[in-house]
């Protein structure tokens, strides 16, 4: 039973566009969630995460939107570069027992950003 | 430091035969886990410990797959006997008090 999933197995996107990467979960008791970026033959890196208590969070080029009622969260990257290009993995925490210390992935979204 | 090692990159093997696939977290790290990538499944948690002691192994498949942290510097997962079906990319990650850092991978064929 995946508890976080990414519905689009990839994305195109042009060069200076805007890529936006979507992420559902069914576990309400999910409060810190994170996105890695993962380039072909390396292990998966952190981009950028947020806390439950926030609905946004912004790191240069890089935003993550959460909408905690939806169980929805998002990643806006603009503009979209070619070295962008990765698959990228939505991960989430919950604060539950033990489950505070691992973290929940995704099945990734392969971003492919034509120049 | 020189982050999460992980040996060998690459490994095919028959089937039947034994695996052991190894890490080296990065030093002062208190957590290690053990993930399985598919394209099926994504990133599946296999293992984690803390300070060397397992806890929490509720994702390693079956009795075919163990892991042992002996010390703070080195980790093992074993296949015994490795199937078809175990093929994938497997990470080590570490971890500090923020975020997980993982290791290139193994790339594990089963033939």
């Known amino acids: 039973d995946q508890q976080v999933k990414q519905n689009s197995p990839s994305l195109s996107v042009q060069e200076g566009r805007i890529s936006i990467l979507n992420c559902d979960y069914t576990?309400?008791?999910?409060?810190?969630f994170l996105w890695y970026k993962k380039y072909p033959a390396e292990g998966p890196t952190f981009l950028i995460s947020?806390?439950?208590?926030?609905d946004k969070n912004e790191d240069g080029r890089f935003t993550v939107f959460l909408n905690k009622s939806a169980k929805h969260l998002s990643l806006h990257i603009v503009p979209s570069q070619p070295g962008d290009s990765a698959v990228y993995f939505c991960?989430?925490?919950?604060?539950?027992?033990?489950?505070?210390?691992?973290?929940?992935f995704g099945t990734g979204t392969l971003l492919a950003v034509q120049p | 430091d020189a982050g999460v090692i992980q040996s060998p990159r690459h490994e095919v093997t028959e089937m039947g035969q034994e695996v052991t696939l190894r890490c080296k977290p990065i030093s002062g790290h208190d957590y290690l886990f053990w993930y399985r990538q598919t394209m099926m499944r994504g990133l599946e948690l296999l293992i984690y410990?803390?300070?060397?002691?397992?806890?929490?192994d509720s994702g390693m498949p079956e009795d075919r797959f163990s892991a042992k942290m002996p010390n703070a510097s080195f980790s093992t997962l074993k296949i015994q006997p490795s199937e078809p079906r175990d093929s994938a990319v497997y990470f080590c990650?570490?971890?500090?008090?923020?975020?997980?850092?993982f290791g290139p991978g193994t790339r594990l064929t089963v033939l």
């Open positions: 576990n309400s008791m999910f409060d810190y």
């Open positions: 990650a570490s971890r500090d008090q923020i975020r997980e850092y």
């Open positions: 410990f803390n300070n060397n002691v397992p806890i929490d």
């Open positions: 947020i806390s439950s208590i926030k």
């Open positions: 991960a989430a925490s919950g604060g539950y027992g033990g489950a505070t210390n691992k973290l929940i």
